[in-house]
């Protein structure tokens, strides 16, 4: 079992739409959970960040944490085309803070 | 402006032959990593380096090496044991006055081996 899961889509959602993203993990020590967003051909950007169960809310973008169900979340509400981009949900190793578990994306397209 | 840079953003290659990958940021970061990405799929780590001349494998250091003789600078070389070499790298660092996991990362580099 992969310590991280996550949907490779891809996902299309017409513009307006909220959108939900989605990662299990198998571990339940993860205790940061991050969410990036990597347009094509670019490098990733830290998009969120969240240390507990719980929401948390950045615009329109909000992470949600279910620790007891080992479930991550983001939503993107009023999604527009430019949230067009690959998301990756990261944890950082249990083991060493400094190395990060990444998903392997889910492809997103909003489409106009 | 602060970040990480990696040159080149397009490199090509013959197959046999060793080609080294630049990764330079001015974060003031102590960790400093390289991951790979094939089409589909998501980040996997070669290796990665807390701090200045000491670095560590990832989950595929095999075919590349690293050296980490100043806190800027990270480079990657793709060796011809490299079994398929062709990919996107990506570089990332950590630390400095942020959270030690937050990984910022540059442009990438997308290397082509024929």
């Known amino acids: 079992q992969k310590e991280v899961e996550q949907d490779p889509g891809p996902l299309s959602v017409p513009e307006g739409a909220i959108v939900s993203l989605n990662c299990t993990y198998s571990n339940s020590a993860f205790q940061y959970f991050m969410w990036y967003r990597q347009y094509s051909r670019k490098g990733p950007e830290l998009l969120m960040y969240t240390y507990s169960s719980g929401n948390k809310e950045d615009g329109r973008f909000t992470a949600q944490v279910d620790k007891s169900s080992k479930y991550i979340s983001l939503f993107i509400r009023d999604s527009q085309p430019s949230d067009s981009a690959t998301y990756l949900c990261?944890?950082?190793?249990?083991?060493?803070?400094?190395?990060?578990?990444f998903g392997s994306g889910t492809r997103l397209s909003i489409r106009p | 402006d602060g970040g990480i840079t990696q040159s080149p953003k397009y490199l090509f290659r013959k197959e046999g032959q060793n080609v080294t990958l630049s990764c330079e940021q001015n974060l003031n970061h102590d960790a400093m990593y390289w991951y790979r990405q094939d089409p589909g799929q998501g980040l996997r780590l070669i290796y990665y380096s807390q701090i200045v001349n000491d670095f560590q494998k990832g989950d595929i250091a095999e075919g590349y090496s690293v050296s980490r003789e100043k806190k800027e600078s990270f480079p990657l070389t793709v060796t011809s044991a490299q079994k398929n070499p062709t990919a996107f790298y990506l570089c990332?660092?950590?630390?400095?006055?942020?959270?030690?996991?937050?990984?910022?990362f540059g442009p990438g580099t997308r290397l082509t081996v024929t």
């Open positions: 990332a660092s950590s630390g400095g006055t942020g959270q030690l996991y937050e990984q910022y």
């Open positions: 990261a944890l950082p190793g249990y083991s060493s803070a400094s190395k990060i578990i």
